[in-house]
């Protein structure tokens, strides 16, 4: 781990001026502008009261009733920035007042400081879902349901509007559009407007015009009966006319391609020559049981909704796929096997099975049986998994194992219809499923990828056959790739100079060196623009939401503000200052980032009371020097700073931002290190900042809510109250893909679950505990809480109490149940502390 100067860094203050109300919903950037108007919109709106208000406190107190209200009450916070279809107007969103809904908001690059509010009618200009150009500069692009094209003279054409969608555009080699329409690709020539239907699919038998007699009966009937044998030779006949037909006539569209009736289609792509596609399948199977459902208490009938929700990772079963190479000029269909992958058949879990195997008195015996595998899907990685070169003669694909221990980049080899491996990232652990953006350079047959078998997630440039070469090297992350047009430059976002600061850089893929595009200190991120000469940013800092930024990408003059969006009440209120502090670390190496809260003269007087916050997701960074996700959690350590506690905001191991070993500590141990490095946390705020070991308590959401249980009922000497918040009590019923990873599955490694789920050590709890739980969680199931609770009453627990919030999924929305969720947290800390 590198060591830095100073382990006690203050995040630097700055605030915007004036603004209007709207929303904090979202301040992450993308780097296309792919949503929606309502993009933002939730289902479930806010409610608030006609008696609301936004006016400050004029003690400049900071109040529950304040921070926990409708959060257009901060300001008008730009959201989803990116850039118009032509890069002539940056684009960017703001939550419309008293509204769910975003308006769309453009600025001329040449006046970014001057923003209006995109006419509807025009908004196609500036919002897509896809966006493709073609070599000469034409540019054809989705919005809503019509398909545009944008000529290189500024004329646009709105090629489709309704009908069958076409999605998946792509520009083929010979200058046409490829889409996807239902279960077939087609080609449109621009220029003239004809449309040839390239491949389609189905997933039945294919159709024979005579089948084999099926039993001895059958065969006598076809021999005997001359009207079946007439049958039989017209409509052998009638095939073979069209088969003759088709092979000599383009009016006929190409015959489809049969794939077995029980399957589905898991991922599909089209080489821009033409002339191959790569398919992959997978067994039609639910995704869930009709069991799997949660009912919704509060509806507008009065009567009780039963909602379907996901599988637990108790009822998964594995997914294979299987990956065709299809060959569109011949119509020949074949098999593109694993055995060529490093490690397909390697039992990488056998330990594992063994020792569970050993722990219920019964042996376990290797196996080398093909692992199951699958295109790579996650829900950090939203590209296709199968990607062709723009030339059209190399595909690549990325694959993963169903037991998340293995990560491959595979080539096809088109002529020997064989998978060629490129790169194999192996993890004991996991493979991370952030950090798997991959694709081919622009102008050559090179391969661009994330890998973090260094340790920390780097970039790196491969040529097929050779060795990969490293972009980036250090121990630091690397995210959020962009590939300039021209391949002179990969752009990404990183945190080289402090694990918490995050600025924007770009590497010259020429001589490999690396530049600072932004020095803004904070948290940055960027949208590029399609020609890559103008960058947007998103900055913010620890104590202000992000404002909007512009710079152009080849210049070394510094970004240049242009949203000024908090209102005058946020302003006004004396929001705390966190510092970044390197906690040492009793278990490892590496010291543990936290962000710690002091009030003012905190090393004077009696010792301080003080509480520490567990951030959820577990792989999140919550020490960074930017506004952080939890914002009302953030507003709430200001008001606790101000009544005199001291707070301690941890990125324990398994967070994210500290690399591969600081991710997976947690492995089939879920609570353990965690725990560990809060104990740390906690005998630092005794030692430095003058607080009471006595009067520390905990609180927080989710995976933050595991931990206050776990904390509090495997070391129940360490804080004095706790508050578990949506919070996981059992792993077994939480999903597949999240849990697998970090305990692999029950039915597999139930060692794992039963030392890393609450409910197992519910026994131990000692001190005040308070559970609040949303009712109506697809994330964290009720049932997860309504378990615990049946626990903590069967073992007569009496220093518990829970609080129920019927109408709030796992994010609150309602800031009735945001204010009486926090009045219950300030309760416990104020009567425990």
């Known amino acids: 781990m590198k060591k830095y100067s100073s382990l006690l860094i203050a995040a630097s203050v700055t605030f915007a001026l004036g603004g209007c109300a709207s929303t904090v919903h979202d301040t992450t950037s993308s780097n296309n502008s792919a949503s929606s108007v309502n993009a933002s919109a939730t289902p479930h709106q806010s409610v608030t009261p006609a008696s609301a208000s936004y006016a400050v406190s004029e003690t400049g107190e900071i109040t529950l009733k ?28 703001r939550e419309r007042q008293d509204s769910a809904l975003n308006d769309v908001f453009i600025a001329d690059v040449a006046t970014p400081n001057v923003a209006t509010k995109a006419p509807l009618s025009d908004l196609h200009k500036y919002r897509f879902d896809e966006r493709v150009v073609r070599k000469d500069g034409v540019i054809a692009y989705t919005f ?33 559009l490829m889409a996807l329409s239902g279960n077939r690709f087609v080609a449109i020539n621009l220029e003239n407007g004809s449309r040839e239907e390239l491949l389609s699919w189905e997933f039945s038998e294919q159709p024979k015009a005579v089948e084999p007699a099926k039993d001895y009966i059958a065969q006598e009937q ?19 006319a069209d088969n003759a037909l088709a092979a000599a006539n383009t009016s006929v569209a190409p015959t489809p391609f049969y794939f077995d009736p029980s399957h589905r289609l898991a991922g599909i792509s089209v080489s821009p020559a ?18 799997d459902i949660m009912p919704h208490y509060i509806q507008e009938d009065s009567r009780i909704a039963a909602k379907s929700v996901r599988q637990r990772v108790a009822d998964a079963e594995p997914v294979n796929h299987q990956i065709w190479l299809l060959n569109l000029k011949t119509g020949e269909k074949s098999e593109l096997n694993y055995f060529s992958l490093p490690g397909y058949n390697d039992d990488v879990l056998a330990d594992v099975k063994t020792e569970n195997a050993k722990a219920k008195g019964e042996s376990y015996e290797v ?12 829900w950090y990685w939203t590209k296709p998994s199968i990607r062709w070169h723009k030339n059209g003669e190399a595909v690549a694909l990325m694959l993963e194992a169903w037991d998340n221990k293995d990560r491959w980049i595979a080539t096809v080899d088109l002529g020997n219809k064989a998978l060629v491996n490129q790169h194999r990232l192996h993890d004991d652990a996991w493979v991370n499923y952030r950090f798997n953006a991959f694709d081919w350079l622009n102008n050559s047959e090179t391969l661009y990828f994330q890998s973090e078998h260094s340790g920390y997630a780097h970039v790196y440039l491969q040529t097929p056959g050779e060795a990969p070469v490293a972009l980036t090297s250090g121990e630091y992350i690397v995210d959020d790739l962009t590939l300039s047009p021209d391949d002179s430059y990969l752009y990404f976002k990183a945190n080289i100079e402090h694990p918490g600061l995050y600025e924007v850089y770009r590497a010259n893929l020429n001589d490999k060196a690396i530049e600072a595009v932004t020095d803004l200190n904070g948290m940055t991120d960027y949208a590029l623009s399609h020609d890559g000469k103008q960058l947007v940013l998103s900055h ?41 502090v390197a906690i040492d670390s009793s278990h490892t190496d590496a010291p543990i980032y936290a962000r710690v809260y002091l009030p003012d003269n905190y090393q004077e007087g009696e010792l301080n009371k003080a509480v520490v916050f567990n951030h959820g997701a577990g792989y ?6 930017g506004w952080s996700g939890y914002f009302r959690e953030y507003m709430f350590h200001s008001m606790l700073v101000q009544q005199g506690y001291v707070v301690l905001d941890m990125d324990y191991r398994a967070s994210a931002g500290y690399g591969r070993d600081w991710r997976t500590a947690i492995y089939r141990q879920m609570g353990t290190p965690e725990v560990q490095d809060l104990r740390d946390g906690v005998e630092w705020l005794v030692q430095n900042a003058n607080v009471d070991r ?25 804080f004095a109250a706790g508050a578990a918040l949506r919070p996981v009590t059992d792993w077994a019923h939480y999903n597949t893909p999240y849990t697998a990873n970090i305990l692999n599955t029950p039915s597999v490694d139930p060692i794992a679950y039963e030392r890393s789920s609450p409910i197992y050590f519910a026994e131990g709890l000692q001190k005040p505990l308070l559970i609040n739980a949303p009712m109506v969680d697809d994330n964290v199931f009720f049932h997860d809480t309504v378990r615990l609770v049946q626990r903590l009453i069967e073992l007569e627990k009496e220093n518990f109490e829970t609080a129920i919030y019927p109408v709030e999924p796992h994010g609150f929305v309602q800031p009735s149940s945001w204010l009486d969720e926090y009045r219950r947290i300030h309760k416990l800390f104020e009567e425990n502390l």
């Open 144 to 176: 809503e349901d019509s398909v545009y094209v944008q000529f290189t003279d500024g004329k646009t054409v709105q090629l489709t509007r309704g009908g069958n969608p076409l999605s998946t555009l792509s520009f083929m080699t010979d200058g046409r």
């Open 694 to 718: 006595a009067r520390i308590g905990t609180y927080g959401g989710s995976y933050g809510g595991f931990l206050t249980f776990m904390s509090m009922f495997t070391a129940p000497d360490l």
């Open 367 to 378: 196996n080398r049986l093909p692992r199951p595998i699958t295109l790579l899907q996650s």
């Open 540 to 580: 913010s800092k620890v104590n202000k939401p992000a404002e909007l930024y512009v710079k152009p990408a080849d210049s070394t003059s510094a970004a240049v503000q242009i949203t000024q969006s908090t209102s005058d009440a946020f302003n006004a209120l004396p929001w705390a200052v966190p510092s970044i």
């Open 66 to 93: 304040q921070i926990m209200a409708d959060p257009q009450w901060i300001g008008a916070l730009p959201t989803e920035m990116g850039w118009s279809v032509d890069d002539q107007k940056l684009v960017f969103e």
């Open 274 to 291: 033409g002339n191959y596609a790569v398919v992959a399948t997978e067994e039609s199977k639910p995704s869930r049981d009709d069991s």
């Open 222 to 240: 076809q021999t005997l009966i001359e009207y079946i044998k007439l049958q039989r030779n017209n409509r052998q006949e009638q095939e073979d």
């Open 620 to 625: 999140l960074q919550n020490a960074h020097m």
